[in-house]
């Protein structure tokens, strides 16, 4: 498949999952089949009152790591940061909290290891949010680099969630996106890059009614791998992330990742990556990232 396909695969599956997912967000499955029945199509609402098409800090801070990988791509935390603290001051509607506050100190400190540290500490040790996975399919997408990518990787995590399980997350959601870039098998790819960790060497077992659809990245992960590998397209894959709802658009976003990068963009549904109100700066970015290997 053309490389190209791929990238935009994964920047717009990221987008449509958070797209399709923010209606859900917050509600039970049994509020969601009450109001919106199996939902398959992007119609805004839910919590955030949103226009169909617009996204949420999920699409927003990937579009923040892309472009300062893009403008610094040997050393790009500065750059992020930069777009990070930019975005935050449009004051969007949604932030995750720990993403929030962490942005907030460095505002004051301009070091993100101490803002990182600093919200770890106050929240207790509670930074292990999926506040960094849902915005780092950039790095895998832009650098050829193995050993680099997981650098980054992990630099982009620790900027915001100081826990090692939400970067250790990145480093193997990026590492599946990696391969699939590079035409590996679907289910060789995921038991690979699982290997013999705990926290999911058990995924592929497990059933529908166990995942836990919550903002714990360890949570968010699982259910993104099993709704890609228990279906063979990309819509029944975000659509499955998405009506787990509790955590929707971010499940489904990172489920989207997977499955776009695996799929190609050609595979997202037109009535989908049509509404994307970003979709402009989205298809920029992939060609942007894509003009770098010819």
Not at 122 to 131: E, P, Q
Not at 156 to 173: G, I, R, W
Not at 274 to 280: F, P, Q, R
Request: hydrophobic content about 35%.
């Amino acid at each position: 498949m053309e490389r190209l396909n791929k990238l935009l695969g994964g920047l717009f599956g990221v987008a449509c999952g958070d797209a399709l997912g923010a209606t859900l967000e917050f509600l039970s499955q049994e509020e969601a089949r009450k109001t919106y029945g199996y939902l398959k199509d992007i119609i805004g609402r839910g919590h955030w009152k949103l226009k169909p098409g617009q996204v949420t800090d999920d699409t927003m801070m990937t579009l923040c790591v892309a472009g300062g990988i893009l403008e610094n791509p040997e050393c790009p935390i500065e750059s992020i940061g930069n777009r990070f603290v930019k975005w935050y001051n449009s004051d969007p509607k949604d932030i995750g909290m720990t993403c929030e506050l962490a942005i907030k100190k460095y505002i004051k400190t301009s070091n993100w290891k101490e803002a990182s540290f600093y919200v770890h500490h106050i929240s207790k040790g509670r930074t292990a949010g999926n506040g960094t996975i849902m915005r780092c399919i950039p790095v895998a997408l832009y650098y050829r680099d193995y050993s680099k990518m997981i650098d980054i990787s992990r630099l982009q995590s620790k900027m915001t969630h100081y826990d090692e399980k939400a970067a250790d997350a990145c480093v193997l959601y990026n590492t599946v996106i990696y391969k699939y870039l590079n035409e590996e098998t679907k289910e060789g790819t995921i038991t690979e890059a699982i290997g013999s960790s705990e926290d999911y060497k058990y995924v592929m077992n497990m059933k529908k009614e166990e995942l836990i659809p919550s903002g714990y990245v360890v949570d968010t992960l699982r259910c993104a791998l099993w709704c890609f590998m228990n279906n063979s397209n990309l819509e029944d894959t975000i659509c499955e992330a998405a009506n787990l709802c509790g955590d929707a658009d971010t499940v489904a976003a990172v489920a989207g990742g997977i499955a776009g990068t695996y799929y190609g963009y050609d595979s997202i549904p037109e009535r989908w990556k049509n509404k994307i109100e970003v979709k402009d700066k989205l298809m920029s970015i992939g060609e942007k990232i894509n003009s770098t290997y010819n």
